[in-house]
């Protein structure tokens, strides 16, 4: 199957810090990424899609300016969490689809800390 | 609504026990697509099924054997002869035609014991 890689697999940063997480699909070209944040004991809550040139669509209430996604080409998409606090801690885990995929595949996650 | 129940939070087991994890789904979508996923410890997901909703068949993987009723739009996972290293957290998810929206459900947490 298609693999997505992340990076980095776990940060752990000071208050008030940018944190920025990138996912990569390293085999195909990923027309479409997904960015999930899961916390701890819970499901995975979709934060935004994204196509590659185009600017993401963030599901309600996900502040759009606090978690930036860019996703310049077909390879790499991150996420850079603005003025990170702890109550940003959490599993973010990125997934990859692409034209010919019927399904999406999903990064290992990376794992954030805010102290 | 898209919507997927798994009413089992935690299911505790002894190793060689068969499980069965429960999910039930909702949508109105006519074609839609269903998941199982692993989630170990280490927290990375690992994809086990898809399914289409037009393909009822039931499916077997070894150990793994999954039951598609639409009539009760349902969708469980039986693990046969369960093992420790079976221990972990299982997704269910729906996504419709597109793939571009996963609904996940909230999990169920497997203990598997020796």
């Known amino acids: 199957g298609a693999v997505v890689s992340q990076h980095p697999s776990w940060v752990i940063c000071k208050s008030g810090t940018s944190v920025k997480i990138e996912c990569r699909s390293l085999d195909f070209q990923a027309t479409t990424m997904f960015w999930y944040r899961q916390f701890p004991k819970q499901s995975l809550m979709l934060m935004a899609t994204?196509?590659?040139?185009?600017?993401?669509?963030?599901e309600q209430g996900v502040e759009k300016d606090k978690f930036l996604i860019n996703h310049a080409s077909l390879t790499l998409s991150t996420l850079t969490v603005t003025s990170a606090h702890p109550e940003d801690s959490s599993f973010y885990i990125c997934?990859?689809?692409?034209?010919?995929?019927?399904?999406?595949?999903f990064g290992p996650g990376t794992r954030l800390t805010v102290l | 609504a898209q919507k997927v129940t798994q009413a089992q939070t935690e299911i505790s087991v002894v190793e060689k026990e068969d499980v069965t994890l429960d999910c039930v789904y909702e949508t109105r979508d006519t074609t839609y697509y269903l998941f199982w996923y692993k989630q170990p410890p280490s927290g990375e997901l690992v994809f086990l099924i898809r399914?289409?909703?037009?393909?009822?068949q039931n499916e077997i993987s070894g150990r793994y054997s999954w039951n598609f009723q639409k009539s009760t739009s349902s969708f469980n996972f039986t693990i046969t002869a369960s093992q420790v290293v079976d221990s972990a957290v299982y997704f269910c998810?729906?996504?419709?035609?597109?793939?571009?929206?996963?609904?996940f459900g909230s999990g169920t947490k497997l203990n598997v014991k020796p």
């Open positions: 399914r289409n909703s037009f393909d009822e």
């Open positions: 994204s196509n590659e040139g185009s600017k993401a669509t963030y």
């Open positions: 997934s990859a689809s692409g034209t010919s995929h019927n399904e999406q595949f």
């Open positions: 998810a729906l996504s419709g035609n597109n793939f571009n929206k996963f609904y």
